[in-house]
DNA sequence: CATTAAGCGAGACGGTACGTCTCGTCTTTTA
DNA sequence: TAAAAGACGAGACGTACCGTCTCGCTTAATG
């Protein structure tokens, strides 16, 4: 990579070719195969300028994960709450065991856990946004009167998704459309009208 | 440690003080301060003797964890799938958020995320025995008849745990005893006659 | 520094600025501590502005070094070779133990050892400049007929002087005026008529 | 390099490795060819095995001149003082300009220009104790009667051998049997009787 | 009762990656 | 158009652990 110095900010190119080279290596080898080095050396960037500009190979696969979540688990609104929850808990399942980014997230949650840091800045910087993300076919439900004004959004939250995550993080069971499906009956017959 | 050379068997003092020894250093400083050649200076044992008797440092932890899981959520039957039911995943819990061996456990659960081999090995040795141990009281209720026969406990139990390890390993938020209440709640009301 | 943008020719306030800084930085940190980094923080000058002009620390040092040997070095004619020989001698143990371009000029002559580039420039510079201020008395002393016509200047000047300098740059022993007299004493009973 | 672990003391063998890779850089590519990374890679060793052993690598040229000057320069007592000190001069100045120890010693003479720790550790290490060998002639002449038992051996000895390393530390000039005959003449003109 | 062999502590070894430092090059903006 | 600013690729620094390998001691069963 040929290098541009520059008086007024960073190189976009190195910013680029760091990120996509974390995210490489983090496929081919992953977490513990994501080093500094490894990342310098493939994207042709020296490792003062990862230094510079990450605190550490964390935050680099945080800058990569970037905004997938996000574009990965928007839901549209079907006007009608089951189909609403059904597309965006399949989604969801297949951003988290097919996806890359979704490979991402999993070390990035992996690592959390022996890193409170970390876990915090993911949490705040993704985590609760895809929460409010994920809440939204419940609020459109509330506003149309399909479920209850009074409803503890939050708790029917954890009972959705908790189980997708869990099957993912913990047991790595498969997780089926039947199985997401079946989340959102149990749902339904609890709460809609 | 004084050494004891012995011609039949390994030293169960230095089996004991590395397990400690590494336990510690968990809660001490983390999964990243556990380093085998840490476990050997505190356990005041040679590396070798570590090498020789565990694979990697997840292998010593594993160890430790041993049979906690076991010991501190096994159900008992009191003969109400509710209560049985309410007292287990507070259990769960107490276990997950607020013991030393819940802590091994989330670290453990947090490699695993980057390592398939131990993600597979925790499950084997550990995770499959507990969901035996967790669907006891939904098997002791369709033996009463308080359940269908033909319920499916598999997914029940990722109904029922499944947002429990989300809170713990996802979201971060406290688990009460409303939250595990609400969640048994949802399943009565769906399942029970 | 308020760097002045100049369109017409070098800013002597950066030479002068960055000339100080190398002298300084040897007095206090010695030649390793010499860095074009540490110039260019010190000066308030931009590293480029230093390597536009000096390829090399050691040309900094050099330029540094100027005409302070001969500016210290010059020996005065006394109309008697003891007497110019004798002041001589003793003014070069003062410049090259007591002075700070003496003490450039040892880190310059260390260098030299592993840079045959810089032993060329040092002695093409300022050595056989040098020489030439040394071997005045001698000449004078030749033209009033105190010594023979056929004198090996060149010899008798490594005779005088190399004594000197391997105390100063080999043993580290003190050059006392009594070393340098005697080696003048030497030199005039061999020689002197 | 196979490596051989062991309770007792360090590998022979590694060190060995060390002492010649350093040599063999420094031979070929100068002082600043020198480096830890560089010698580790020569010899097969890893970076830790030098640190363990030598504080930096000035050390480990050092270990690496050894005993050279003793074993090149140790004089014989030909019984003639004349004969002595022109023979030892000779292999003085062939020592220092034509040997490969030579140019260690030079390499390490000049960075002890920077390094004043290092320049103490050369003198009482190697210097000092080839002053004392450099005396000896001087000595077998004054037990013999040659020389007046009062004779300042060390002065004598500044302006014998200072001259020679004059030449090949600072003017470069070719220290010819010439050259070295005529200091011999010299010290002789002046005190022999 | 001496021999023998396994487990142990100690720790040196070849490596890999860490995070820091300085190098010399390059661009941009200002005066 | 020189100067200040400072990002960049490069690569050596010294440190921390890795996992492997003797080594010599201690001990308990064996002959």
Do not use: C
């Not at 190119?13 to 496929?27: I, P, T």
């Not at 992996?110 to 076919?137: C, I, N, V, W, Y």
Request: glycine share 10%; net charge negative.
């Amino acid at each position: 990579m040929a290098h541009r110095g520059n008086r007024h900010g960073r190189s976009e190119e190195a910013r680029q070719a760091v990120l996509e080279a974390a995210d490489d290596l983090l496929a081919e080898r992953g977490f513990a195969g994501v080093t500094i080095e490894g990342i310098a050396a493939r994207a042709g960037v020296a490792k003062q300028t990862i230094y510079r500009w990450w605190p550490s190979k964390v935050d680099v696969l945080l800058e990569a994960f970037g905004e997938d979540m996000a574009q990965h688990l928007t839901p549209e609104d079907h006007g009608d709450l089951g189909t609403d929850l059904r597309t965006h808990l399949s989604r969801l399942a297949e951003f988290l065991t097919g996806t890359d980014p979704g490979a991402v997230f999993r070390a990035l949650a992996g690592q959390a856990q022996h890193d409170p840091q970390l876990a915090t800045r993911l949490r705040d910087g993704h985590l609760s946004g895809q929460r409010e993300r994920d809440g939204l076919p419940l609020r459109w439900a509330i506003e149309r009167g399909d479920l209850p004004a009074d409803l503890d959004v939050g708790t029917a939250l954890d009972q959705l998704v908790g189980p997708v995550y869990y099957r993912v993080l913990v047991t790595g069971t498969p997780v089926t459309r039947a199985f997401t499906d079946d989340l959102v009956d149990a749902f339904l017959h609890r709460h809609a009208r």
